[in-house]
């Protein structure tokens, strides 16, 4: 059975000329074909924003999204594209990403494949973020990996009341708390001693970033979660991000509710190796008792 698609969208990262040369090639292979093809350019980085939905110049009727890049640049097209639902292929033009996991010189093969129908769509949860201020609404958006509340570099520690589903976790003395999906778990969490979930669970993970109390530990939740963060006062230079990459400038008293999104990603998998082989790629786990081994 073949998946031929009508029209397909490509994301590329910014000002990046391998990723502008691999887009035209790949768009005069589609036109070639009689595919019709609608392009992006993916900046690395947005400015600091209070827009609900971050625009987009690919139509949501294109059967597939290819996105060429790096794990940053999937995760802006991420934001843009995941509402609709599309196939997201993610191709990886420098080293191996946990996201964009097909190196450029196995792109047109794992294309044909997809036609082929010889690939597989993984779904991953998104959050979905709210900043309320006075009881209304001042920011919205859904994200991939994660949504991190962060104080500035000479800021004091902030303290941030938890609730979970209305219930009081506790009040949080950190530098800062990171709300991580599954997928998000390698990323900021795992730096700030996370755990690492595999990504299709449907969980939500809380971590504190440096907390004063060294027995707040981060938590695992069910993916049912409502997620509510009060910021206590004195919260100067304080930002809310997400996924790293949107900024949004919190003030006291604001409420930060996450909570799993109505939205999933829908991810085609690389055929040639799965997440653990990642996983000992990205972390190099073994490679320290393979060399001992082989001394």
Not at 31 to 56: C, D, F, H, N, P
Not at 227 to 237: L, Q
Request: charged share 25%; hydrophobic share 40%.
């Amino acid at each position: 059975m073949t998946n031929v698609p009508k029209s397909i969208g490509i994301i590329f990262k910014h000002n990046f000329e391998p990723a502008k040369r691999e887009c035209q090639r790949l768009k005069d292979w589609f036109t070639e074909r009689g595919i019709a093809v609608y392009t992006e350019e993916m900046a690395s980085r947005s400015s600091s924003s209070q827009s609900l939905q971050e625009k987009t110049s690919i139509p949501d009727s294109v059967d597939w999204v290819i996105v060429l890049g790096g794990d940053g640049t999937l995760l802006g097209a991420a934001r843009k594209v995941g509402r609709y639902g599309l196939p997201i292929l993610g191709i990886n033009l420098g080293g191996l990403g946990f996201l964009t996991e097909i190196p450029s010189k196995m792109l047109y093969k794992n294309i044909e494949r997809l036609i082929a129908g010889q690939i597989a769509v993984e779904t991953r949860l998104m959050l979905q973020a709210r900043v309320l201020r006075d009881n209304e609404e001042k920011c919205s958006f859904s994200v991939l990996n994660d949504v991190v509340i962060n104080k500035g570099a000479l800021a004091r520690i902030i303290d941030l009341r938890v609730s979970i589903d209305g219930r009081f976790l506790t009040t949080f003395r950190a530098d800062g708390l990171i709300i991580s999906s599954p997928t998000g778990s390698t990323g900021y969490n795992l730096s700030a001693g996370g755990p690492i979930l595999y990504p299709d669970l449907e969980a939500l993970i809380v971590t504190p970033i440096c907390p004063f109390t060294l027995t707040h530990r981060p938590i695992i939740l069910p993916d049912t979660s409502v997620i509510e963060i009060k910021m206590g006062e004195n919260s100067e230079e304080v930002t809310l991000t997400f996924d790293g990459q949107v900024g949004f400038d919190l003030m006291d008293n604001d409420s930060v509710i996450v909570s799993k999104s109505e939205e999933k990603l829908k991810l085609i998998k690389s055929p040639d190796q799965d997440y653990f082989d990642i996983l000992r790629t990205k972390l190099k786990w073994g490679e320290s008792s393979y060399n001992n081994a082989n001394q």
